[in-house]
């Protein structure tokens, strides 16, 4: 069975200051995929990033990074210089080949001005 | 705007009621999922159909069904509905030759919110 676990359900941060979301991940699976969606308050879910179990390069868009570790099963993201745009809840969610996607939890960035 | 559109983007209805929420994927896409959001479960998968065949199955109740048209528009049937169905349904589309992969980047619509009263 899989399944995310994102143990953070809030974070509030001022504005410009980083925030980095845990996320991880079981799987029995040796190929499988990772994804990270944001939802903002309008409420629908925008694609982040996707990443496969054989890549564990970490990854940089922007003020977004993401760190693969398949050692500690986590995939965490951070956002640096965190802007009010940013809040939003940002699911973690993987899958192997079997189409279904199976997210975590969630969790909720506040961003205050 | 994503591209996959969905409707009614809120609905409102009575235990018992039957209702049907309509998903058109973005434009040349063949894959078409179901996902239901609400507070105590999260996000579920609830199926897929490729090219107007069901492809997976998820957590879908026997209440609920789905079919995907020649056209490629979807519609998710709910039936008997219950005050635990009130939930955010979300639709999402693959491109093309991505329907057999677990790889597929799936692009969401906003959603229909269904209220169960």
């Known amino acids: 069975a899989q399944k995310v676990t994102q143990a953070q359900t809030e974070i509030s941060v001022v504005e410009k200051e980083d925030v980095t979301l845990d996320c991880v991940y079981e799987t029995r699976d040796t190929t499988y995929y990772l994804f990270w969606y944001k939802q903002p308050p309008s409420g629908e879910l925008v694609f982040l990033i996707r990443?496969?179990?054989?890549?564990?390069q970490n990854e940089i868009s922007g003020r977004y990074s993401w760190n693969f570790q398949k050692s500690t099963s986590s995939f965490n993201f951070t956002i640096t210089a965190s802007q009010v745009v940013d809040s939003a809840v940002y699911f973690c969610a993987l899958t192997d080949n079997d189409y279904k996607l199976s997210f975590g939890a969630g969790t909720t960035v506040t961003v205050r001005a | 705007d994503s591209g996959v559109t969905q409707t009614p983007k809120h609905l409102i209805t009575a235990t018992g009621q039957r209702v049907t929420l309509r998903c058109s994927p973005r434009s040349g896409d063949l894959s078409v999922y179901w996902y239901q959001q609400s507070l105590d479960q999260g996000l579920q998968f609830l199926i897929q159909?490729?090219?107007?065949?069901?492809?997976a199955k998820g957590n879908i109740l026997e209440r609920f069904s789905a079919q995907q048209f020649p056209d490629l528009h979807s519609e998710l049937n709910l039936s008997s509905l219950e005050l635990g169905d009130s939930a955010l349904y979300f639709c999402a589309s693959t491109a093309p030759g991505q329907g057999s992969s677990g790889a597929n980047v799936l692009t969401f619509g906003a959603g229909s919110r269904l209220t169960v009263l």
């Open positions: 990443r496969n179990s054989f890549d564990e």
């Open positions: 159909y490729y090219n107007g065949e069901e492809r």
